[in-house]
C-alpha cells in the first residue's frame, strides 16, 4: 500500500488552490502514477530526477500570470488563466530541440498533461496535477535560485 500514499491527497490538502499561493515556486516531477490497472494497482512511469538529469519542473511567476519550465530536453511557458473552479494553463508553447527517443516522448506526454488535467493539489511542498486520464504527476518544491 505504500505506492498508493502519494497518490490520495490528506484531508488538509488544498485542492485547486489559488494562484497566488504558488506565485514564485518552483516544482520538481518527481514521481508519474499511471492510472491503475483493473486491479487496483498503481503503476508509476520512469521519470528523470535531480539536477545531473535534467530534471522536469515548472515555474509560477511572480505575478500569477505565467508558468515555464523544463521537460528536462526542451524549455516551456504558459499563460495562467483563472476562475472560481481553479487555475488552468493555456497557449503552451515549447522550443524545439531534438532529443533522445525516450525523452521526447516523455516530453510529448508530458506537454499534454499540461494541457489536459482535470484538477491541482497542493499538500505543503507537495503538488499533484491529476489528469483526465487518471495519471498523477506528483512534484516537490524547490528553492527558485536554480533554473
Keep these: 500500500m505504500t505506492a498508493c500514499a502519494n497518490v490520495t491527497p490528506p484531508c488538509s490538502a488544498k485542492i485547486s488552490p489559488p494562484s497566488a499561493e504558488l506565485r514564485n515556486t518552483k516544482w520538481e516531477l518527481t514521481r508519474w502514477n499511471l492510472p491503475p490497472h483493473s486491479i487496483g494497482e498503481v503503476r508509476t512511469r520512469q521519470i528523470p530526477q535531480g539536477e545531473a538529469s535534467n530534471p522536469i519542473y515548472i ?15 526542451n524549455r516551456f511557458t504558459a499563460e495562467l488563466d483563472e476562475d472560481s473552479r481553479g487555475f488552468s494553463l493555456s497557449k503552451i508553447a515549447s522550443t524545439k530541440l531534438a532529443c533522445s527517443p525516450q525523452r521526447m516522448e516523455l516530453e ?19 503538488l499533484l496535477m491529476i489528469g483526465t486520464d487518471r495519471e498523477v504527476l506528483s512534484f516537490s518544491q524547490r528553492p527558485i535560485g536554480n533554473k
Design 59 to 73: 515555474s509560477f511567476d511572480a505575478n500569477g500570470q505565467r508558468v515555464s519550465g523544463s521537460t528536462g530536453c
Design 108 to 126: 510529448n506526454d508530458f506537454l499534454y498533461e499540461l494541457n489536459d488535467y482535470r484538477s491541482i493539489v497542493r499538500n505543503g511542498d507537495q
